[in-house]
């Protein structure tokens, strides 16, 4: 267990008294004690423009909003653009719960939930939150240049927020493949990082495109993607993606899979 667990000041936004008392006693469990509980979308708005919290738990359904609407409300206002969120919700309809993912939610969480889901969730928030180890690369980290790709605003700056603490500072976005193509053909990069779901290109065909027609085929690409569909992903494994990351991801996890994509573009 991280020891800052304990430093971790919680709002949870729960209309049911039953499951608040219930995450509560969880995150106790965490050493988590500095919680506080409120039962509405208002509520919640009202409380972190007072005084953001170090992290945002939220149910799905709430009396005036659900976890989506106010996951987008949050990355609207950039003061809270960056608060690190979670849901929690019995949910499982991915075109219900592709949202969350889309707006750089730090974890999903299912009703119910173990205490080491709910540990990984903590350890992905404090991740967020806390200073970074840099990437270890034979690099020049500020001068390393990374292409996102994906179609939401929100994906884009979680992703950018998450590399920041990783010392990357150079960064190219689009939102799309078509755009992401028109880029390359006349800028260099170092590192491709795309979603699999767009409009006008998605990310199988902007990996095709890559490996096969532009001058920088040998490029690593990392898809981070809310993508389920295993023959889908398949094919772009085949295409020649270097890596592929789940959304929501664990800062750790896209930090590993960074400096082994790299590596293999240096040997």
């Known amino acids: ?16 008294p039953v499951q608040a008392r219930i995450i509560r006693d ?10 506080e509980v409120v039962d509405s979308g208002a509520a919640a708005l009202a409380r ?18 659900t976890g989506v609407d106010l996951i987008h409300a949050l990355r609207a206002e950039p003061a809270l653009a960056d608060q690190p969120f979670v849901l ?15 707006s750089g939610a730090c974890a999903l969480l299912p009703k119910p939930f173990s205490p080491a889901q709910l540990e990984k969730a903590l350890r ?13 690369v034979d690099a020049d980290l500020e001068r390393l240049r990374v292409l996102l790709v994906d179609d939401s605003a929100n994906s884009r700056h979680f992703i950018r927020h998450v590399l920041g603490n990783l010392g990357i500072e150079e960064f190219i976005e689009a939102a799309d ?19 699999y779901n767009m409009p006008e290109m998605d990310g199988r065909a902007l990996v095709e495109y890559i490996r096969q027609q532009s001058w920088q085929s040998s490029v690593p690409i990392l898809m981070v993607t809310s993508e389920s569909n295993m023959s889908r992903l398949a094919a772009v494994e085949q295409a020649g993606v270097s ?7 664990e800062p750790q996890t896209i930090k590993r899979l960074i400096e082994r994509a790299l590596a293999g573009r240096e040997s």
């Open 243 to 249: 890596a592929i990351c789940d959304k929501p991801f």
């Open 88 to 102: 929690i919700s019995s949910e499982t309809r991915p075109q219900v719960l592709n949202p969350i993912r889309q």
């Open 1 to 16: 267990m991280s020891a800052s667990y304990h430093d971790l000041s919680v709002l949870l936004v729960e209309p049911s």
């Open 48 to 65: 972190l423009r007072e005084r953001p919290p170090s992290l945002t738990v939220s149910a799905f359904y709430l009396p005036d909003m």
């Open 26 to 35: 969880q995150l106790a469990g965490l050493d988590v004690t500095r919680v």
């Open 177 to 195: 493949g078509k755009q992401a193509v028109a880029i390359l053909a006349d800028t260099m990069v170092d590192l491709v990082i795309t979603d």
């Open 124 to 136: 992905a928030a404090t991740d967020l939150i806390e200073p970074h180890e840099m990437l270890e």
